[in-house]
């Protein structure tokens, strides 16, 4: 790009992201890039999904891109439980999946008082071992991500999965929750609501929770409106920061709410996550595109409550 892809806002962003910061782009050809989640093993790579074309790719740095999962199921968000095994969201299947280490699946969710789900969005795992994700209607409303049909569930609902694996919903009031994040004491959660997509009445914005020790949320807030675009994906860094997916790139604010400044890309950020031999790289899928970007920070380290 031609010019800085660092906006600072405040002066706590210009040690976070260097004004001379390279975007570079590892991979383009996707129909839409989302879902990317690293991993330490094998030397290091980072998973994502490319909805339209239900594939799921694997990038590392020795392999560059390869197929990792031919039939994806029109997967979307991805994870990594504490044992490092990888969780993902099936708008085909319309399931949560975990994937074991001989590559057999396990269902972690398909069903809420016996109606299947919308389209599992995006997922994550607490600490605890409980795995909390969001069910907004994108993959089927939408024959690119899925397979049309109507929906099942009297909402578009965020599920906390128990260790019991019981399915119970958290919260029942957004108009499509999308992404989702701890805090690095796991007490606040955050999640999107990128209603905005379809409706123009509808939020753009990610809301912070307060979580009780029974699992259930309190005191929402508006955490951040988000424009150009909508909040898709989001993550917390090692200090606490929060780093959300936006229609010009990814608007990073501090845990206090303020905006400390924006990564400029040059198309729509669906998700990020970071990663790398250090941890201090940033994935971006961005519509047809993975790209990386070095920050001075890391990904959360959970401090459990
Ligand atoms: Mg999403």
Redesign the pocket.
Known sequence: MVGSISVPEDRRFEALVSPTAELERLHTGCGWA?GPVWSDADGGFLLFSDIYNHVMLRWSEAGGIEVFRADSNFS??NTRDREGRLISCEHGSRHVVLTEADGRRVVIADRYQGRRLNSP??VVVRSDGTIWFTDPTYGIISPLEGYPAASEQPGHWVYRVGTDREVRPVATDFVQP??LAFSCDERTLYVADSGFSHDPTAPHHVRAFDVADDGSLARSRVFADIAPGVP??LRVDEDDRVWISAGDGVHCYAPDGVRLGRILVPETV??LCFGGADGHTLFLTATTSLYRVRVATRGTVPRPH
């Open positions: 989302e979307n968000g969005n995006d999308n992404g898709d994906g669906a998700n």
